[in-house]
């Protein structure tokens, strides 16, 4: 087989495995509460290019900028709903608002090893507005755990 057959053949293999962001794996990877938000359609828009919208899966998060959103909603679901069920979603909107314009070790909430796998996340002052932010946070906060 010459190589650009290989690319024809492996390569699609390839693209339908890898963590992706496309819109069709994230339907069929994690439950939403309703159909396409608009914080869904900005977290694809202004941050999936880091953040992955389907879960890696072993090497595949070796291959990737940042931690997926699964990571990212489960770490902000368990700071920000307290014991009791309550979601704290203007606390959660301020400090996404606050960590995407000023990305800080020491305000981070994600791992230790998740940060030093991937290093601290650049600031996206300039490039998303606060009102993104919070259809975005809105989005985050409202993914369902499987
Ligand atoms: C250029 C790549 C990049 C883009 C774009 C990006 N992020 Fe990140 N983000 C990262 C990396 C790397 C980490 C892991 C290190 C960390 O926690 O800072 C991260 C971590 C996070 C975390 C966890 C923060 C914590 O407390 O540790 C949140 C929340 C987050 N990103 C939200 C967003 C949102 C929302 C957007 C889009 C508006 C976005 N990111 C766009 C690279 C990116």
Redesign the pocket.
């Given at each position: 087989m010459n190589l650009k057959a290989l690319a024809v053949f492996v390569l699609p293999a390839f693209g339908f495995f890898a963590c992706n962001n496309s819109a069709e794996s994230l339907q069929t990877h994690l439950s939403f509460n309703s159909k396409i938000s608009k914080g869904e359609k900005l977290?694809e828009e202004?941050?999936s290019?880091?953040?992955s919208m389907r879960p890696c899966v072993g090497s595949e998060m070796y291959s990737v900028?940042?931690?997926d959103l699964k990571m990212?909603s489960n770490?902000?679901q368990q700071k920000f709903v307290k014991a009791d069920g309550t979601l704290h979603l203007e606390e959660a909107n301020s400090f996404?608002a606050d960590?995407?314009y000023f990305?800080d070790q020491t305000?981070?909430?994600?791992e230790q090893a998740?940060?030093n796998r991937?290093?601290?996340?650049?600031s996206?002052k300039g490039s998303?507005t606060e009102e993104e932010?919070k259809h975005?946070s809105n989005f985050?906060m409202t993914i369902k755990s499987e």
């Open positions: 977290f202004k941050c290019l880091c953040h900028t940042g931690p990212i770490s902000l996404l960590y995407v990305p305000k981070a909430i994600m998740v940060i991937y290093g601290i996340m650049p996206l998303v932010i975005i985050i």
